[in-house]
């Protein structure tokens, strides 16, 4: 019989499987559960993008396109960046189209990163960028952020987490889990801290679309000095309800982006031939589609803060994404016995708050990505559990403390 255990590479039987995956397993296996959990928008692909992936199959466009993608989609990527968010890349050498914004993660981490680097990783966040650090031979330094400062990093902690061994920093922002932004003002604090040193940032903007308020998103590497340190990670799955479809793609410069590619070369070759004509057409045409499902998602946001808050569960103002991040501390419990009782005795599934780091914990990732009568039913459901929670705590003489500092809303 094969030993696997003695063969199979240690660094990849030693990662923990996706605290998200984990307890969806366990979600599925329960009828009539409404759930709260996933990432994905309730939106279909809006018709005009699809058309253009049909037609692209009916012309008989199904063979590889260029390793970085087909020229006129880096075109039209690039002219969409300049426009929305003022950033200038050649689409001949600045950008490469990827596998999801997760391949382009997962390329960019992989450029840089040697044994013993060390990876500043602000949490809580997007559960695969610890486990690609690992998996490349680097060190995860996490980088908490507080609920008191909207999860936003601040230039204080940045510099209290840098070594001489510091590579690189993972910006994600808007945020996944907590909906937290970082505007010009806050970017520009951080911006201060890394032109001292010789550390590359990865900026996941995969949000970039879902920012609320008067303010449209800020990258970083549009702050001075900021450009030539920084990768700017982006797709489609999000802003334009196309997760299926599995496109992103990466822009920053070319000597970065030239060996990212070439790993991309190696690793998948080009991204899905149909993907990249119907996401000729999201970039060209589809802005107004996507301001419609970004102020349906406000909508959503609102109710479900408001929802939160009434009930209990101290949940600041999200300003990205499509995640709330309440506390749930008042319940005296930890966030996956939370999301477990939840779960079975009122059948709603959210996503346990340490799935995205330790500091996490004592929080739970609720997304609103779904229709307004769903999250309504699913409201009513939470309430009630943390109504029958309360009285369980007051019978068995438990204090019940309304909030906690760490989970206090900023005024």
Not at 109 to 135: C, H, K, N, W
Not at 296 to 320: A, I, Q, W
């Amino acid at each position: 019989m094969m030993d696997y255990n003695s063969l199979l590479a240690k660094k990849i039987t030693e990662l923990k499987p996706s605290g998200i995956r984990r307890f969806f397993d366990i979600a599925n296996e329960v009828e009539g559960v409404i759930s709260l959990g996933v990432g994905e928008p309730d939106f279909k692909t809006p018709w005009v993008i699809r058309r253009e992936g049909i037609r692209s199959l009916e012309k008989g466009k199904t063979w590889y396109s260029a390793n970085a993608g087909l020229m006129e989609l880096r075109s039209e990527i690039a002219s969409y960046l300049k426009r929305r968010f003022n950033l200038s890349y050649h689409p001949k050498e600045e950008i490469f189209v990827s596998v999801g914004g997760s391949e382009a993660i997962d390329m960019c981490i992989r450029s840089f990163v040697e044994p013993g680097d060390e990876v500043l990783v602000v949490e809580p966040s997007f559960v695969a960028y610890a486990p690609i650090v690992t998996m490349a031979g680097g060190v995860v330094v996490p980088i908490p952020t507080k609920a008191e400062n909207h999860f936003r990093l601040t230039a204080q902690e940045l510099r209290e987490h840098i070594t001489e061994k510091t590579k690189m920093l993972v910006l994600p922002f808007p945020n996944n889990p907590t909906g937290g932004v970082m505007r010009r003002e806050h970017l520009e604090e951080i911006a201060e801290v890394l032109r001292e040193t010789n550390i590359i940032v990865l900026s996941d903007e995969i949000y970039a679309e879902l920012t609320y308020g008067r303010e449209r998103h800020v990258s970083i590497a549009e702050i001075d000095g900021m450009w030539e340190r920084t990768v700017v990670i982006n797709g489609f799955s999000k802003a334009y309800a196309m997760t299926g479809w599995r496109l992103g793609y990466a822009a920053g410069p070319a000597p970065i982006i030239s060996q990212m590619l070439k790993l991309h070369q190696y690793a998948i070759m080009c991204a899905p031939t149909t993907s990249q004509y119907a996401a000729i057409c999201a970039v060209r045409d589809c802005d107004q589609a996507i301001e419609e499902m970004a102020e349906e998602y406000n909508t959503r946001r609102r109710f479900v803060v408001d929802s939160l808050n009434k009930m209990g569960l101290t949940c600041f103002n999200p300003e990205g994404a499509f995640y709330c991040f309440p506390c749930i501390r008042s319940t005296g419990l930890d966030s996956e016995s939370f999301c477990e009782q939840l779960l079975k005795e009122q059948k709603v599934a959210v996503v346990p708050g340490n799935a995205f780091g330790e500091s996490g914990e004592g929080f739970v990732r609720v997304s609103y990505c779904y229709s307004i009568d769903h999250l309504v039913e699913a409201m009513n459901r939470i309430s009630q559990f943390v109504q029958q929670r309360a009285e369980q705590m007051k019978n068995e003489g438990v204090a019940h403390e309304a909030s906690d500092r760490t989970c206090a809303r900023k005024a």
